[in-house]
């Protein structure tokens, strides 16, 4: 984290980014991120940096999206460095090199106009707007529909300076007001809070920018009975399947090499059912007209070898020199070793 760290905030790219430019194009964003990412000895696949990436442009599209007005987003920021400033705490150095970046940070837009912030925070909004990538904790927390797009809020504190939505006020042309009219808002909001600090340390207020998964989530924490449930099913899955089995010895035994045991009082055979339950087969039957119902198909693919001569000819035409050895009593789990083996 330390070497990332120190990377990210190296004082010739920091000065590079100060300067006045045009937004990064996403190729080039792509390229810094990679780079930042693989500043330290940790290496990730391309499946993995293509996770990561998603995950870190839908979460700051996220943060930039659900600020209550513009000049948040430098909140939005601050609680940025402040996280990253809790990281390098014991190292004096790269803390030094993260203060002075903060101050700059302070020193440069803490006096911009709202119209400043604002055409910010919507030139980072078309940069990210067709990013509608789904990511799990939003889909988990609601704020994220499953089109990947993100829920507003109609609830909670208005933005710091506005008051609460539903009154209308109209004045004289002396700005006497004259009358007042209510109207319904859509959302149970409150009074907006007192406003967060932009100085180097103070409380940010804003929740935007902090850790999103120091939430605790009960559903994940303590085991209910449905993911009691899936545990159960989870270890299951994760033991070998017979079904797998059964079917690969079939296929030995297609093939002439199994011995066949036929066991007595109970059937040997399988049935293919394609309704959801037994009692709607059946009352899908009774209804089906008579001359559209047609009889059961029987298929034996048991047969022995010896039985059958169009296989045993087929059989014949392997090449000696190429002979199938399969062990007729642990054939299904030589196929299955096989397949283990591909996966």
Do not use: W
């Not at 990064?24 to 930042?36: G, P």
């Not at 002075?100 to 910010?120: D, H, K, T, V, W």
Request: charged share 25%; hydrophobic share 35%; aromatic share 10%.
């Amino acid at each position: 984290m330390n070497d990332i760290i120190t990377t990210m905030f190296n004082k010739t790219f920091m000065e590079e980014l100060f300067k006045p430019q045009e937004l990064y194009s996403k190729k080039a964003l792509r390229t810094v991120f990679d780079r930042l990412a693989h500043a330290s000895i940790m290496r990730l696949n391309q499946a993995s940096m293509d996770k990561l990436y998603d995950l870190m442009t839908m979460a700051f599209k996220y943060q930039v999206l659900l600020c209550p007005r513009p000049k948040d987003i430098l909140l939005v920021s601050f609680n940025h460095m402040d996280a990253i400033k809790d990281f390098i705490r014991d190292s004096p150095s790269i803390f030094n090199q993260v203060d002075e970046i903060f101050r700059q940070l302070i020193e440069m837009y803490s006096n911009l106009p709202a119209g400043e912030f604002q055409l910010i925070r919507q030139t980072l909004l078309i940069f990210f707007q067709d990013m509608h990538i789904r990511v799990s904790i939003f889909l988990k927390d609601k704020v994220q529909n499953s089109n990947g797009r993100f829920v507003l809020p109609t609830s909670g504190p208005v933005p710091y300076g506005t008051q609460i939505p539903g009154l209308i006020r109209m004045f004289s042309y002396n700005g006497d007001e004259m009358k007042k009219c209510e109207f319904p808002n859509g959302g149970s909001y409150t009074s907006p809070l007192q406003e967060g600090s932009f100085d180097l340390y103070g409380d940010r207020i804003l929740k935007l920018g902090t850790n999103m998964y120091s939430v605790s989530r009960p559903v994940e924490t303590h085991m209910s009975g449905t993911s009691k449930s899936s545990a159960s099913h989870a270890k299951e899955n994760a033991a070998p399947n017979p079904l797998a089995k059964e079917e690969l010895n079939l296929l030995a035994r297609l093939m002439g090499g199994l011995e066949v045991k036929k066991t007595t009082g109970s059937e040997s055979g399988f049935r293919v059912n394609l309704f959801s339950t037994d009692e709607e087969e059946e009352e899908a039957a009774i209804l089906r007209p008579s001359e559209l119902s047609y009889q059961f198909i029987n298929i034996q693919a048991t047969q022995d070898q010896q039985s059958n001569e169009e296989l045993a000819r087929i059989m014949g035409e392997f090449k000696e020199e190429d002979p199938v050895s399969l062990s007729p009593c642990s054939k299904g789990d030589d196929l299955l070793a096989m397949m283990d083996g591909l996966l």
